[in-house]
């Protein structure tokens, strides 16, 4: 999709958009939902009146408190610039996706129950949920829906990026078509599921910039700590006062709050918003759209991963995968009887029967009609297909059907015939029965393909502690054999909706966080219940909407991904955190000596950076308590780093990393802003 492209971290559309947005963002009712930057707003207001006072009254500190008033309206800014640059990535890929959309004219048809073609042309914002349009090859989708007649090749390129088209019928679990997507050849008849501006599009730009984003737990709780350390150092600076009168230290108010501000936490109070925002846009560059910060960020927890079989970990459609001759039957005689008796049969299976065909053994389509055949449509009823042509009656089907029209019991048959079908339901494949003239003819095995490289990724999956599960309704041999084939960990089988739904549940109370794959009606409850939904793209309706993300590439194992990138936002959070209380320390080396310096001299042997004088001093713990918002913000969209390696080292890297950078940085910054303070006489 066109909002995956790589987009520079500093685009300079986007930064100078970010510019004026955190001019807007400086109101009081948005910077109120980030304590601490709303604190730091406050105090810059009250500095700046004094600096006012200083002009006015020619004092001599004019200087200095006007320094200090711009840094702390500098660390506001910056701490809105960082937020804005995140929501500005955002809305450059819902711009991005706002170019697929267009007046699209749809061909609504009309009369009963919309059987025929007649159609009326309307613009794509007018249809309603229910109606049915017709989409021929070269046409544009105009909205979400679910196909209810017709076989066609999507190009869905404009959404999920992939260049391959896909196919899309009515029936199953591949109906489901996404408005901006084109059909490439023949025809669809569409039912209309979403209201205009409610469509898939609609809802993925919407939640691409932003739009309702919700705090997480994790990050509600740090919001608290957060505030809760605001308000103890305000205590503290507020308490100060009276001290340092009663010890004969005179503070002005502009140190006081140069204090205060330097000392909350103001690094990572201006970067969570940010980080939070930045984890749900590197979801979106990997295909994936979340409806919530939260489901992000329980991705990174996540302890065991349900995966639907069908559609999810094997192919959709049951594939052929070998013909089967019996009774000394050539294999060119059964590949014959086998196309002509599946042209009748429409099912995805059909289809991939004939496609076998003709591919390994070079058979050419008989045209039925001209050659007078009668046909025999594969039915759910009867479950055969076949055709009557030329003398010969040729049978393709379920093995107990065809043994049955036979007039054979329901075990019986040559022995290479029950060989060849004990063999396939053993390997936890299909049998068909293939007949010709009440004779035995083969069997085709058909089996559940499971997807290529699958096997490695569940190991990678493994390597990061998570348990992969595949839920199924097959029966308990064939669930094994796929479940072996495909390297999962283990498998539910026979289950029914009800069963995946308690298997979740009952992994919950244990504490367990679970995620959920799946595309079929049937995996809705379940991942509605799941802590991580994730549905694919190519699924049913229901199943986009009981997730909380939807794979646009509907690759199972993206899932991968996705927890890297929860973890990676839990990392990049604890990180900033480390850093920005750590950072802390120097700034109490650089502003408590020159605070009470005069009255304790002592005090000097804590100015270990042999600062210029207590005003530079201070003045260059508020320029850097600044400028390093600015120099992180890098960090916290780009991420931390993630790699799967223990808690236990991911713990010790952490501290090393942030912890002990987050203490020299400062040290080394302070120093290097003095020296140009002083050298430049700015106090």
Not at 65 to 82: C, D, E, K, R, Y
Not at 122 to 144: P, Q, R, T, W, Y
Not at 196 to 206: C, E, N, V, W
Not at 388 to 411: F, P, Y
């Amino acid at each position: 999709m066109a909002s995956r492209s790589a987009t520079s971290l500093f685009d300079p559309v986007i930064a100078g958009r970010a510019v004026v947005e955190a001019f807007h963002k400086l109101d009081p009712r948005t910077l109120a939902k980030n304590p601490v930057i709303f604190v730091t707003e406050v105090v810059s207001l009250g500095v700046s009146l004094l600096w006012l006072r200083d002009l006015a009254t020619a004092n001599g500190q004019a200087l200095f408190s006007g320094q200090i008033a711009a840094w702390l309206w500098f660390t506001v800014l910056f701490a809105n610039f960082a937020e804005a640059m995140a929501e500005g990535r955002g809305r450059a890929q819902a711009d991005a996706m706002r170019k697929t959309r267009s007046d699209t004219k749809a061909k609504r048809l009309t009369g009963p129950k919309a059987a025929g073609r007649a159609f009326d042309s309307v613009n794509a914002l007018d249809l309603k949920v229910g109606d049915v349009i017709l989409v021929e090859a070269g046409e544009v989708i105009a909205s979400d829906g679910e196909v209810v007649e017709g076989i066609a090749s999507v190009n869905e390129a404009a959404i999920t990026g992939e260049s391959a088209p896909v196919i899309r019928e009515s029936g199953g679990d591949r109906s489901a078509v996404t408005g901006g997507t084109t059909v490439l050849s023949d025809w669809l008849k569409v039912r209309v599921t979403a209201a205009p501006g409610s469509t898939f599009l609609d809802r993925m730009i919407a939640l691409v910039e932003g739009a309702e984003r919700q705090k997480t737990p994790n990050e509600l709780a740090l919001s608290i700590l957060l505030s809760g350390l605001t308000i103890v150092f305000l205590i503290v600076c507020v308490s100060l006062w009276p001290i340092a009168l009663y010890s004969g230290t005179t503070l002005s108010v502009t140190v006081l709050v140069a204090l205060l501000v330097c000392l909350i936490p103001t690094t990572i109070g201006g970067l969570l918003s940010s980080i939070g925002i930045a984890g749900m846009d590197r979801l979106i560059r990997f295909n994936v759209v979340a409806t919530s910060g939260r489901a992000v960020e329980a991705a990174g927890d996540v302890d065991t991963l349900l995966l639907d079989k069908t559609g999810t970990i094997t192919f959709g459609n049951r594939m052929p995968s070998e013909f089967i001759p019996v009774g000394g039957v050539q294999d060119g005689a059964l590949a014959e009887a086998i196309l002509l008796s599946s042209l009748a049969d429409e099912t995805p299976e059909g289809r991939a029967i004939v496609a076998l065909a003709k591919s390994r053994y070079g058979l050419a389509e008989t045209d039925l009609a001209a050659a007078g055949a009668t046909v025999v449509p594969f039915t759910a009823q009867t479950r055969i297909s076949g055709v009557d042509i030329e003398g010969r009656s040729l049978r393709k089907g379920a093995v107990d059907s065809i043994l049955a029209s036979l007039g054979i019991e329901t075990n019986g048959g040559p022995s290479d015939f029950k060989l060849a079908v004990d063999r396939i339901a053993r390997s936890g494949g299909t049998p068909l029965a293939v007949a010709e003239n009440n004779r035995l003819l083969g069997v085709v095995h058909l089996k559940d393909t499971v997807k290529p490289d699958i096997k490695a990724r569940f190991a990678e999956l493994r390597a990061m502690g998570i348990k992969t599960v595949m839920v199924t309704g097959d029966n308990p041999v064939t669930a094994a054999a796929i479940a072996s084939e495909a390297g999962v960990d283990d498998f539910l089988a026979q289950a029914k909706p009800e069963d995946k739904l308690a298997y979740i549940r009952k992994e919950q109370e244990g504490g367990r966080l679970i995620a959920m794959c799946g595309d079929g009606t049937n995996d809705a409850p379940a991942l509605a219940q799941a802590d991580v939904g994730v549905a694919m793209q190519t699924g049913t309706q229901a199943a986009r909407e009981a997730g909380n993300m939807v794979d646009l590439d509907s690759d199972p194992t993206k899932l991968i991904e996705i927890v890297g990138i929860g973890k990676q936002l839990l990392m990049t959070r604890g990180s900033l955190t480390t850093f920005s209380i750590a950072n802390d320390v120097a700034k109490y080396f650089a502003i408590i000596p020159a605070l009470f310096l005069a009255t304790y001299p002592q005090l000097g042997a804590l100015n270990v950076m042999h600062l210029a004088s207590p005003q530079s001093a201070i003045l260059s713990a508020v320029i850097f308590n600044a400028l390093i918002i600015v120099a992180l913000i890098p960090l916290a969209l780009r991420g931390v780093a993630y790699k799967p390696i223990g808690a236990a080292a991911l713990l010790r890297k952490n501290l090393g990393v942030y912890g002990l950078g987050g203490i020299v940085v400062p040290f080394v910054g302070i120093k290097l802003i003095d020296l140009a303070v002083a050298s430049l006489h700015l106090a």
